[in-house]
């Protein structure tokens, strides 16, 4: 474990000085203690626990190898350091226990980590933001006017690339109400702009050929009206 | 701005998709051929039509000679752009150009456009289209083409079923002016002004259904006590209206029941001939009348007690007031009423008025109180503007399924 944590430190003079096989087996290595971080998704029925246990153990171990590695790693520059070191500036937060519709958040016990938990690759903050979505959930379940307010309220403080991560982890997690809002409030996002400003914004590259886009447009002039570029 | 390193979710864009009305998603097909192939799939329409509603697009114009019985062949499409301050909206003549000839439209209802045609013709047709994925259906022509009657009005009666997803069944109404024979009693009181037989001017209804895939003649018929109908028949509600006179003849669909329903206002409390149109807002049927008076909107509350409400005045003055770099001195050219009409409402949609003032055309929001130019009547390119077809239309996704009975389905190059 120690020669892991060592190696993987110095992943970066790795790269620079020892053979491609040599780096890519260590940065393999890096990945699969990476997998581990993921965030247990335990039904309402099973015991919880235990599974808490399992997670929260396993979470321990973890944020004690990444404690070590952070202070190195945050100096990366590497390209493959990308997904990591983008949270490796975060911090950690606390998670507790939330029993929304059929899923269990596992409770994690973070001591004072300077890095950040990382769930799923999805920032800490962002996890903050739909836990408090759920807490006022539960706070407001009933009052339907509040609730109504306190979403618009919620996704009106969203930038539209915010929104979009947050969709991401809310679909993984089933959390379908708030993907329902979130679709909603991107659906309006997106309607006013560009296809370029669409492209760009859900990564999605352009297959057609000028000329075929030139012909879906003049086929379709008459409903295509001035969009504002944004 | 940070990259997303992950692709979105197929579900997740299903979601959003599916919520971004019609108009915004044709333009959204152009992002790649995956979104196009997503957009056009019969699965997002579905979703699409349950989670959004239809919103006024534009308005179809087309210009109609009075006494030539030659069609005018140019169909325009005066797009309506959804924030009304925008202001320059945009006419084209190219909407229904996938069609396999020139046609004349002669219905709007919920996207679907239904039209035939062009007179003189050698072997008619009728279309039943949607323009935003220039699918069609072709009907053959059930009637006789020597005995052609150019007053005849078709309207288009279509409901989707969001959770169908495609065009599954539509009904075509003909309506007629026709001398029906009726029994009449024998009392000998002078019902013998008219001219020869015992007939009386009734308004017939033959009716298509796609299902069927033919057409047979509906019982019910109704007094007519004038022959003029505006072929601008609205779907509402089940009901199709049109505008007979001044009056609203209306005929329920499902059951096969007509009505005529007398005008909110009689014409001869006005000074001038007052100009009239109806359409469809809130779900309900609305009348608008122009007149010195100036510009009042009625909505039908009840249809047997024939109520209705005024949800809408404004005197000419006022109009003028708030718009001087439109109009000026309305009042006298609306009673003056030199070549027609100052003033003519062509159509109402979702309470957005498209009227003709003089030499341009406006688009007149009542509900916010917004007055656009839309375009000159010489962007129309039409050869008259006297007594024009018009239709609201609302861009709607819905494709035609595949096996259409007594009909066949083309799709356009996409």
């Given at each position: 474990?120690?020669?892991?944590?060592?190696?993987?430190?110095?992943?970066?003079?790795?790269?620079?000085?020892?053979?491609?096989?040599?780096?890519?087996?260590?940065?393999?290595?890096?990945?699969?203690?990476?997998?581990?971080?993921?965030?247990?998704?335990?039904?309402?029925?099973?015991?919880?626990?235990?599974?808490?246990?399992?997670?929260?153990?396993?979470?321990?171990?973890?944020?004690?190898?990444?404690?070590?590695?952070?202070?190195?790693?945050?100096?990366?520059?590497?390209?493959?350091?990308?997904?990591?070191?983008?949270?490796?500036?975060?911090?950690?937060?606390?998670?507790?226990?939330?029993?929304?519709?059929?899923?269990?958040?596992?409770?994690?016990?973070?001591?004072?980590?300077?890095?950040?938990?990382?769930?799923?690759?999805?920032?800490?903050?962002?996890?903050g933001q739909i836990l408090s979505y759920f807490a006022e959930q539960t706070r407001l379940a009933g009052e339907e006017d509040d609730l109504k307010k306190y979403e618009e309220e919620f996704v009106a403080a969203?930038?539209?690339?915010?929104?979009?991560?947050?969709?991401?982890?809310?679909?993984?997690?089933?959390?379908?109400?708030?993907?329902?809002?979130?679709?909603?409030?991107?659906?309006?996002?997106?309607?006013?702009?560009?296809?370029?400003?669409?492209?760009?914004?859900?990564?999605?590259?352009?297959?057609?050929?000028?000329?075929?886009?030139?012909?879906?447009?003049?086929?379709?002039?008459?409903?295509?009206?001035?969009?504002?570029?944004? | 701005m940070k990259r997303v390193d992950r692709i979105l979710n197929h579900d997740i864009l299903i979601e959003i998709l599916s919520r971004v009305p019609a108009k915004e998603l044709m333009s959204l097909k152009r992002v790649c051929k995956e979104w196009h192939r997503v957009i056009s799939s019969h699965s997002l329409v579905k979703a699409q039509l349950g989670r959004t509603k239809l919103v006024l697009t534009g308005f179809i114009f087309q210009a109609k000679f009075i006494w030539c019985n030659e069609d005018i062949k140019t169909v325009n499409y005066i797009y309506v752009v959804e924030e009304t301050t925008k202001g320059v909206s945009k006419v084209s003549q190219n909407v229904f150009d996938f069609l396999p000839e020139d046609v004349v439209v002669?219905?709007?209802?919920?996207?679907?456009?239904?039209?035939?045609?062009?007179?003189?013709?050698?072997?008619?047709?009728?279309?039943?289209?949607?323009?935003?994925?220039?699918?069609?259906?072709?009907?053959?022509?059930?009637?006789?083409?020597?005995?052609?009657?150019?007053?005849?009005?078709?309207?288009?009666?279509?409901?989707?079923?969001?959770?169908?997803?495609?065009?599954?069944?539509?009904?075509?109404v003909r309506l007629r002016v026709e001398e029906v024979q009726v029994e009449m009693d024998e009392e000998g009181e002078g019902e013998e002004e008219e001219e020869e037989e015992e007939g009386e001017l009734c308004f017939t209804f033959d009716l298509y259904s796609s299902e069927k895939g033919s057409w047979r003649k509906s019982n019910e018929t109704c007094q007519s006590y004038c022959k003029l109908v505006n072929n601008e028949g609205l779907y509402i509600g089940g009901v199709l209206h049109w505008l007979n006179g001044g009056r609203v003849l209306t005929f329920d669909v499902e059951n096969e029941l007509s009505l005529l329903i007398p005008a909110p206002v009689p014409v001869s409390e006005f000074m001038a001939v007052p100009e009239f149109c109806i359409g469809e807002s809130e779900g309900r049927l609305h009348y608008v009348v122009v007149s010195e008076q100036g510009v009042h909107v009625w909505c039908l509350e009840d249809y047997y007690e024939y109520n209705w409400t005024i949800v809408f005045c404004k005197s000419l003055e006022e109009i003028e007031g708030t718009w001087p770099q439109f109009f000026m001195n309305l009042k006298n050219h609306v009673l003056e009423r030199v070549n027609g009409p100052w003033v003519n409402p062509l159509a109402f949609k979702d309470g957005v008025l498209l009227m003709n003032v003089c030499v341009n055309l406006y688009l007149f929001d009542i509900k916010n109180n917004k007055m656009v130019q839309a375009c000159t009547n010489q962007d129309l390119k039409s050869q008259s503007m006297v007594n024009p077809i018009v239709f609201a239309h609302s861009l709607s996704l819905v494709p035609f399924s595949a096996a259409e009975k007594g009909a066949f389905v083309s799709h356009g190059l996409n």
């Open positions: 474990m120690a020669e892991a944590t060592e190696s993987s430190s110095s992943q970066t003079l790795t790269l620079k000085r020892a053979g491609r096989l040599r780096a890519e087996r260590l940065i393999a290595e890096r990945q699969r203690l990476k997998q581990t971080l993921t965030l247990k998704i335990v039904k309402r029925e099973s015991d919880e626990s235990s599974s808490s246990q399992t997670a929260e153990e396993e979470f321990k171990k973890l944020n004690v190898k990444e404690g070590e590695d952070s202070n190195k790693s945050s100096r990366k520059d590497g390209e493959k350091s990308k997904k990591l070191s983008k949270k490796e500036e975060e911090e950690a937060t606390r998670i507790e226990v939330r029993t929304v519709d059929d899923v269990t958040l596992v409770d994690v016990h973070g001591e004072n980590f300077s890095d950040v938990v990382q769930v799923d690759s999805v920032s800490s903050h962002l996890l969203l930038s539209l690339d915010e929104m979009k991560e947050m969709i991401i982890t809310a679909h993984r997690l089933r959390m379908r109400k708030l993907v329902l809002l979130l679709s909603r409030s991107i659906a309006n996002g997106i309607r006013n702009k560009t296809v370029e400003f669409v492209r760009e914004f859900f990564g999605v590259v352009n297959d057609y050929t000028p000329d075929e886009e030139e012909a879906y447009r003049k086929e379709n002039d008459w409903v295509f009206e001035n969009i504002e570029e944004n | 002669l219905a709007s209802c919920r996207g679907l456009v239904c039209c035939r045609s062009c007179f003189p013709f050698g072997k008619p047709f009728i279309y039943v289209c949607n323009p935003s994925n220039r699918e069609w259906v072709k009907l053959e022509w059930p009637w006789s083409v020597s005995h052609y009657d150019r007053s005849m009005a078709l309207a288009l009666a279509f409901d989707f079923d969001p959770s169908k997803g495609f065009v599954e069944r539509f009904k075509l």
